[in-house]
């Protein structure tokens, strides 16, 4: 097998005494080169345990001939964010990590690459640079973390952080018990949120081995999968397979089919869409609507089903979605096994893998039938809608699977607001009334860099005089724990001059996830035809958009560069 970077080795006699200064010896310097990029960190625990799971895809390296290095770009955790400017950043770290993985990827003409993470913006980033680097890749999922009390998650976070701004409405010993139960275990939060999303789809797309993502962060199997990773990426690196070959047109339609039958979160359209960018895709949101017409809901996983993410992985995981959904799948896909996705769920059958793990299911006192319901028996077709309207030219997303269906059609008041802080305190203090619909601008990509709604969604849902009847609507972004009816991603966004910038407290807005639309159809109280509303609109645009305040940094790149939401949020490449 020649290795990639020898004539780069003749070239400067440093090169090679700079990798046995480092502890190489002139064997090690002759082997195939992988690069072993994670997000290791102190940051959280999804990334505080990759540094053994690692170790791991090492010894699989080394067992086929290569030599591997470990590089570590750490992310952060959106639950250390919340209500306050940091989160502001995290987007924006998506793009960072990518272009950090791209300059260690870049500068050293590597073999191959095995990448490492478990959460929201560290999976997408390494995918990104995957693509751009497109040299052999296999991506390694960080697994989820163990269940909490009573089957709950870290999320309970939404009830805590409300009641604690209420007086009298909880004690002290509640929340030091949730502190210490509410992340039991490193590993991925053990619902479907974005983590755990894009896990998934790093599966679906290919790039990672049949059943490795959300694998238990604590059971010896995400051991096993790694030390088969580090044998697949010198399989890849032989053969030539790179991520240009696995993440085609058909990979990310498949993709998006397992996205709409597990109920993933609303921000896999971001990343799925700013990934296939990479490699020179395009993928409309209209491609992300119509699949989501179609294909049934299979997968019943918190927030917009029943189960944890522990669960869904004894009941077969992504390889028994699959399975179900065989006949809408491409299964002619190349996978970072080098062999197709029909061959790899063959083989998958032959290995027992699908009865395997069913035990653990009964443990749980659960059947996989209640976990990943059989096609025939699911109760609505897809998750998300993407809308559109005279709020939403460009488009706006919701995840309607996790939304009560009273509330997949409202005509309500508008609350208006230019921050989230804002909206999160009008809750608290009881200004927001029944059937309002509260609207939160200037948080799209170049407004403030695209934050998520959580804590102002979860005080919604945990409120019992708003939850289930009152409606959000932002350019911002949402959770993938997110419940009820919560619209993000309108785009253009206000920053950009588009109309939601130019809403006022008192005007009425309308939705409806049958229809697909979003429409402001009434001025201060007054419903009036679209045609009408539109020109007070036209109107109100010549007064001009809320001045946005001064960035530094990275975040003033961002949000100076970023593109559409539902153009992936990425920059132009």
């Given at each position: 097998?020649?290795?990639?970077?020898?004539?780069?080795r003749?070239?400067?006699?440093?090169?090679?005494?700079?990798?046995?200064g480092?502890?190489?010896?002139?064997?090690?310097?002759?082997?195939?080169?992988?690069?072993?990029?994670?997000?290791?960190?102190?940051?959280?625990?999804?990334?505080?345990?990759?540094?053994?799971?690692?170790?791991?895809?090492?010894?699989?390296?080394?067992?086929?001939?290569?030599?591997?290095?470990?590089?570590?770009?750490?992310?952060?955790?959106?639950?250390?964010?919340?209500?306050?400017?940091?989160?502001?950043?995290i987007?924006?770290?998506?793009e960072?990590?990518?272009?950090?993985?791209?300059?260690?990827?870049?500068?050293?003409?590597?073999?191959?690459?095995?990448?490492?993470?478990?959460?929201?913006?560290?999976?997408?980033?390494?995918?990104?640079?995957?693509?751009?680097?497109?040299?052999?890749?296999?991506?390694?999922?960080?697994?989820?973390?163990?269940?909490?009390?009573?089957?709950?998650?870290?999320?309970?976070?939404?009830?805590?952080?409300?009641?604690?701004?209420?007086?009298?409405?909880?004690?002290?010993?509640?929340?030091?018990?949730?502190k210490?139960?509410?992340?039991?275990?490193?590993?991925?939060?053990?619902?479907?949120?974005?983590?755990?999303?894009?896990?998934?789809?790093?599966?679906?797309?290919?790039?990672?081995?049949?059943?490795?993502?959300?694998?238990p962060?604590?059971?010896?199997?995400?051991?096993?999968?790694?030390?088969?990773?580090?044998?697949?990426?010198m399989?890849?690196?032989?053969?030539?397979?790179?991520?240009?070959?696995?993440?085609?047109?058909?990979?990310?339609?498949?993709?998006?089919?397992i996205?709409?039958a597990?109920?993933?979160?609303?921000?896999?359209?971001?990343?799925?869409?700013?990934?296939a960018?990479?490699?020179?895709?395009?993928?409309?949101?209209?491609?992300?609507?119509?699949?989501?017409?179609?294909?049934?809901?299979?997968?019943?996983?918190?927030?917009?089903?029943?189960?944890?993410?522990?669960?869904?992985?004894?009941?077969?995981?992504i390889?028994?979605?699959?399975?179900?959904?065989?006949?809408?799948?491409?299964?002619?896909?190349?996978?970072?096994?080098?062999?197709?996705?029909g061959?790899?769920?063959?083989?998958l059958?032959?290995?027992?893998?699908?009865?395997?793990?069913?035990?653990?299911?009964?443990?749980?006192?659960?059947?996989?039938?209640?976990?990943?319901?059989?096609?025939?028996?699911?109760?609505?077709?897809?998750?998300?809608?993407?809308?559109?309207?005279?709020?939403?030219?460009?488009?706006?997303?919701?995840?309607?699977?996790?939304?009560?269906r009273?509330?997949?059609?409202?005509?309500?008041r508008?609350?208006?607001f230019?921050?989230?802080?804002?909206?999160?305190?009008?809750?608290?203090r009881?200004?927001?009334?029944?059937?309002?619909?509260i609207?939160?601008?200037?948080?799209?990509?170049?407004?403030?860099?695209?934050?998520?709604?959580?804590?102002?969604?979860?005080?919604?849902?945990?409120?019992?005089?708003?939850?289930?009847n009152?409606a959000?609507?932002?350019?911002?972004?949402?959770?993938?724990?997110?419940?009820?009816?919560?619209?993000?991603?309108?785009?253009?966004?206000?920053?950009?001059?588009?109309?939601?910038?130019?809403?006022?407290?008192?005007?009425?807005?309308s939705?409806?996830?049958?229809?697909?639309?979003?429409?402001?159809?009434?001025?201060?109280?007054?419903?009036?035809?679209?045609?009408?509303?539109?020109?007070?609109?036209?109107?109100?645009?010549?007064?001009?958009?809320?001045?946005?305040?001064r960035?530094?940094?990275?975040?003033?790149?961002?949000?100076?560069?970023?593109?559409?939401?539902?153009?992936?949020?990425?920059?132009?490449?």
């Amino acid at each position: 097998m020649r290795q990639k970077s020898a004539p780069q080795r003749e070239l400067w006699a440093q090169f090679d005494a700079l990798q046995l200064g480092s502890g190489w010896d002139e064997e090690d310097i002759r082997k195939p080169q992988i690069l072993l990029e994670d997000a290791y960190g102190d940051s959280h625990p999804g990334s505080v345990h990759l540094l053994g799971i690692m170790e791991q895809v090492k010894y699989g390296v080394f067992e086929k001939g290569g030599f591997p290095a470990q590089y570590h770009t750490t992310d952060i955790c959106d639950g250390c964010a919340q209500g306050h400017d940091g989160m502001n950043y995290i987007l924006a770290s998506r793009e960072t990590i990518c272009d950090m993985i791209e300059i260690h990827g870049s500068v050293y003409p590597w073999d191959g690459v095995v990448l490492a993470a478990s959460c929201d913006k560290s999976i997408p980033a390494q995918l990104k640079a995957a693509a751009r680097l497109d040299i052999p890749a296999v991506f390694v999922p960080g697994g989820s973390m163990r269940n909490g009390p009573g089957m709950t998650t870290s999320l309970v976070a939404g009830d805590i952080s409300l009641r604690q701004k209420r007086e009298g409405a909880i004690t002290p010993q509640e929340i030091r018990d949730y502190k210490l139960t509410g992340c039991p275990s490193a590993g991925a939060c053990t619902f479907l949120g974005t983590a755990s999303t894009m896990q998934c789809m790093a599966e679906a797309l290919g790039m990672a081995l049949p059943g490795s993502a959300l694998i238990p962060a604590t059971m010896r199997d995400i051991l096993a999968w790694a030390r088969r990773a580090g044998r697949s990426i010198m399989t890849l690196v032989e053969r030539g397979i790179c991520p240009s070959r696995i993440m085609t047109e058909h990979a990310f339609e498949n993709a998006i089919i397992i996205h709409s039958a597990i109920g993933g979160s609303t921000n896999g359209v971001i990343h799925l869409t700013s990934i296939a960018r990479e490699l020179g895709i395009q993928l409309s949101p209209e491609l992300f609507d119509q699949i989501n017409h179609r294909v049934p809901h299979i997968g019943n996983i918190n927030p917009s089903g029943q189960h944890l993410t522990e669960v869904f992985w004894f009941a077969g995981g992504i390889p028994m979605v699959q399975k179900e959904l065989k006949d809408m799948l491409h299964l002619d896909v190349t996978t970072v096994t080098g062999k197709t996705l029909g061959e790899n769920l063959e083989d998958l059958e032959r290995d027992g893998y699908f009865q395997r793990y069913t035990g653990y299911l009964s443990n749980c006192g659960l059947r996989r039938e209640q976990v990943i319901y059989p096609v025939g028996e699911d109760v609505e077709k897809g998750s998300i809608a993407v809308m559109r309207g005279n709020l939403a030219p460009e488009g706006a997303v919701i995840k309607y699977a996790a939304c009560v269906r009273d509330m997949w059609k409202h005509k309500g008041r508008a609350r208006v607001f230019d921050c989230e802080e804002d909206a999160y305190r009008a809750v608290v203090r009881k200004q927001v009334q029944k059937g309002d619909i509260i609207v939160i601008r200037y948080e799209g990509p170049r407004g403030s860099g695209m934050p998520e709604m959580l804590m102002t969604t979860e005080a919604i849902v945990c409120d019992e005089e708003l939850n289930g009847n009152v409606a959000l609507v932002t350019d911002g972004r949402f959770s993938g724990a997110t419940r009820g009816p919560a619209i993000g991603h309108v785009s253009p966004e206000a920053a950009s001059g588009g109309p939601l910038a130019f809403v006022r407290d008192g005007d009425i807005i309308s939705y409806s996830v049958e229809d697909r639309s979003l429409d402001l159809v009434g001025i201060q109280g007054e419903e009036m035809p679209l045609q009408e509303v539109g020109k007070v609109l036209e109107e109100r645009r010549k007064e001009g958009i809320v001045p946005r305040p001064r960035r530094k940094g990275i975040l003033a790149r961002y949000t100076r560069d970023a593109m559409s939401a539902m153009k992936g949020a990425g920059y132009d490449l």
